[in-house]
């Protein structure tokens, strides 16, 4: 009620004012006159474009999807509930995610997005030099089953190198990949807290106190010990270095 208020306040006031000039905006469909108008409507639906799509590049073509999988399992392993926020940890995968990929962008800026801008290639060899880098990444970090699942899928022949591997095989056996690895990074790490939660539930049956949550008496331990070793150092360190 307070907004519509100030809002039909400032309404009577601007057009009980004297000589208020209210701004228009005009939208204009027409067709281009020149190759260069088309050019640069090209250009833009193109930058709409990659803004539109951006969030999903970022999931399914960088290590994103690794590192928040691994944070998410280090949490329920600790048994935490909600710390770190979940916010926090999507921060925090971010940051590491844009420390692996900027060399790689950077790549992909210099070969392929820098002379297309500068009018010195076209738009298939730009994207091609822009998504050199993107892919030789991916590659590296995929599997060869995966690879071959999706080749087998299309009914593809082998390829015989990187460049007979197109995106649109890459990228969803990358994402199988990185879905695999991050489980398996997973498992390692639920390991030593279910150690844990073993010898706090043991002790409190040989103690006789089994109404008593185990969990309860085994999260301070967990996080002494987590500190202990700098449990997020470690991960943190381990992450980066399993990246190819």
């Known amino acids: 009620m307070i907004r519509i208020a100030i809002f039909l306040f400032i309404t009577s006031a601007l057009f009980g004012a004297e000589n208020v000039q209210i701004p228009t905006m005009n939208f204009e469909?027409?067709?281009?006159?020149?190759?260069?108008?088309?050019?640069?409507?090209?250009?833009?639906?193109?930058?709409?474009?990659?803004?539109?799509?951006?969030?999903?590049?970022?999931?399914?073509?960088?290590?994103?999807?690794?590192?928040?999988?691994?944070?998410?399992?280090?949490?329920?392993?600790?048994?935490?509930?909600?710390?770190?926020?979940?916010?926090?940890?999507?921060?925090?995968?971010?940051?590491?995610?844009?420390?692996?990929?900027?060399?790689?962008?950077?790549?992909?800026?210099?070969?392929?997005?820098?002379?297309?801008?500068?009018?010195?290639?076209?738009?298939?060899?730009?994207?091609e030099k822009t998504a050199l880098p993107f892919k030789n990444f991916m590659i590296r970090n995929t599997r060869e089953k995966d690879l071959a699942l999706f080749f087998r899928i299309r009914k593809m022949e082998n390829p015989q190198s990187v460049a007979d591997v197109p995106l649109s095989i890459v990228i969803p056996a990358f994402v199988i990949s990185e879905l695999k690895t991050a489980f398996e990074i997973g498992f390692l790490l639920f390991l030593p807290f279910l150690v844990i939660d073993m010898v706090?539930?043991?002790?409190?049956?040989?103690?006789?106190?089994?109404?008593?949550?185990?969990?309860?008496?085994?999260?301070?331990?967990?996080?002494?010990?987590?500190?202990?070793?700098d449990g997020w150092s470690l991960i943190i360190g381990n992450l980066v270095d399993s990246v190819k």
């Open 29 to 127: 469909l027409s067709a281009p006159n020149t190759p260069q108008q088309l050019v640069s409507s090209l250009n833009v639906l193109v930058v709409l474009t990659l803004l539109f799509l951006a969030p999903s590049m970022v999931l399914v073509m960088t290590t994103f999807t690794r590192f928040i999988i691994v944070f998410g399992f280090l949490r329920q392993a600790m048994g935490t509930q909600q710390v770190p926020p979940t916010q926090i940890l999507v921060m925090l995968a971010m940051v590491l995610t844009f420390f692996i990929m900027e060399p790689i962008g950077t790549k992909a800026y210099e070969n392929g997005i820098k002379p297309y801008i500068e009018e010195q290639i076209g738009y298939e060899e730009a994207f």
């Open 200 to 229: 706090v539930a043991s002790i409190l049956m040989s103690m006789g106190m089994m109404m008593l949550p185990p969990a309860m008496i085994s999260l301070p331990f967990k996080i002494l010990v987590f500190v202990l070793i």
